[in-house]
C-alpha cells in the first residue's frame, strides 16, 4: 500500500526566512510560495532530487499548524507525506485497521493537484501522516 516518500513537511513562523535558508545558505531549488487557504498554510517546496521539503507557514484565521507553532516556536517538523496508489481504499484498509484519519474523512485536494488525507500521529508512532493519491 505505502508508496514513495512525496515529501517532509516543516511548519515555520517566516516562510520568506525559512525559503531563504534553503535556497541562499543550503544552495536549494525553492519554489515560489503557494497559498492554500482550504488548508490554512502558504507552502514553498524544495526540490531534494529524490524528494522535496515542504515548507509551511499558517494562513488565516484558525490555521490547522498555529498550534503547533505555539508548541515549537521557532517551527520543526510537522508531517511525512507518502504515496499510495489508491487514496480510498487506503483509508478504508486504514481505517478497518482501526487508524484514525483527521477532518471529515474524506480526501481534499493538497498542495500538488492531488487528494491528500492525514492520519491521527497516536496511531503512526508519534508522527502526523499525510497521504497523498500518487
Ligand atoms: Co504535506
Redesign the pocket.
Given at each position: 500500500m505505502l508508496g514513495r516518500l512525496n515529501?517532509v513537511?516543516i511548519a515555520v513562523p517566516d516562510l520568506a526566512a525559512a525559503s531563504a535558508i534553503y535556497r541562499d545558505t543550503l544552495g536549494a531549488k525553492v519554489s515560489a510560495p503557494q497559498a492554500l487557504p482550504e488548508h490554512g498554510v502558504t507552502v514553498v517546496f524544495v526540490d531534494t532530487g529524490n524528494s522535496k521539503i515542504?515548507l509551511l507557514e499558517p494562513l488565516g484565521e484558525g490555521s490547522p499548524i498555529a498550534s503547533f507553532l505555539e508548541k515549537n516556536p521557532s517551527g520543526g517538523m510537522h508531517?511525512l507525506?507518502y504515496e499510495v496508489d489508491d487514496i480510498v481504499s487506503a483509508r478504508d484498509r486504514l481505517k478497518a485497521s482501526g487508524a484514525r484519519v483527521l477532518g471529515d474523512g474524506n480526501p481534499k485536494i493538497?498542495?500538488h493537484g492531488k487528494p491528500v488525507l492525514f492520519l491521527h500521529p497516536k496511531d503512526f508512532a508519534g508522527t502526523l501522516v499525510?497521504l497523498e493519491q500518487a
Open positions: 515529501h513537511a515542504e508531517h507525506c493538497g498542495a499525510e
